[in-house]
């Protein structure tokens, strides 16, 4: 179930939701560093995110699912964010080149119908970026942020489910190493945790950043198809009148008899 969009805006507008704005922003922007002419999609709540692409891309459009709810963004600007069913896109096929997904996947109801879904509305060669909690991390085990809600995934889940889904793994990233503290004299080492995370805390960052391609091609398993034998059809023996009825016979089947005998 997805986290209120007035939750989700709090959140971000704390100490510790800018401090996880910039090391998640930073992340993205690592494996997205170049966007320029390209269509970008976000699905969930991702509009602390996609500002960072709006002056480079062709366009960046926000969906927000129904069950979050919708804020205005940007907010000095025409709007470009809208309510959604996130299974169900108000978009063509192949209609954008990238999908960012933040708070999504780990919130939806049925995540293999949400990434079908994005697989409809990505281009041939577009890709996937999803930010999703680390199941080990200790973002995903406190619920004072909306990283601790849902379900949070390993990298060999997310793997799996990508997989499922007709998407490659092409490129991992993590990110929020430091503890989900609301204090702000501890928030000013947050630098610190970030540079030493992927040294020593390397199996307990707060958020997987995984980027996936889109397989425009999977192959199929062939199946043996089962033989149906259809059991040979004896011929039956027509009754006929008098007593070939009577006896089952038909007189065809009867014995012919030489001349002179009964």
Not at 30 to 56: C, K, M, Q, S
Not at 71 to 96: F, H, I
Not at 103 to 132: C, K, Q
Not at 175 to 196: C, D, H, T
């Amino acid at each position: 179930m997805f986290i209120d969009v007035v939750d989700l805006r709090n959140f971000y507008a704390q100490s510790l939701g800018t401090v996880a704005r910039r090391f998640v922003g930073q992340g993205i922007r690592a494996h997205w560093n170049d966007v320029r002419g390209e269509r970008i999609a976000g699905v969930g709540y991702t509009t602390p995110y996609l500002g960072i692409f709006r002056e480079d891309a062709e366009r960046c459009l926000a969906f927000m699912p129904a069950s979050q709810g919708v804020v205005k963004w940007p907010s000095n600007r025409p709007g470009l964010a809208a309510l959604v069913d996130e299974t169900e896109l108000p978009l063509t096929d192949s209609a954008v080149d990238r999908v960012l997904l933040v708070h999504a996947l780990e919130m939806a109801d049925d995540p293999v119908r949400l990434l079908r879904e994005v697989w409809r509305v990505l281009s041939a060669n577009g890709r996937l970026l999803a930010v999703v909690p680390n199941r080990r991390g200790l973002w995903a085990r406190m619920d004072t942020t909306p990283f601790g809600h849902g379900r949070p995934y390993s990298r060999s889940q997310i793997t799996r489910i990508l997989r499922e889904t007709m998407f490659t793994p092409k490129g991992w990233g993590e990110a929020l190493f430091v503890p989900p503290v609301q204090r702000s004299w501890f928030l000013r080492s947050a630098g610190a945790w970030e540079r030493v995370g992927p040294t020593l805390l390397s199996p307990f960052p707060g958020v997987h950043i995984v980027e996936a391609t889109k397989q425009a091609y999977r192959a199929i398993p062939v199946r043996r198809e089962k033989r149906v034998i259809v059991p040979r059809m004896e011929p039956a023996l027509a009754p006929s009148a008098g007593g070939a009825a009577r006896t089952g016979f038909s007189p065809s089947a009867q014995r012919t008899c030489p001349d002179g005998e009964d």
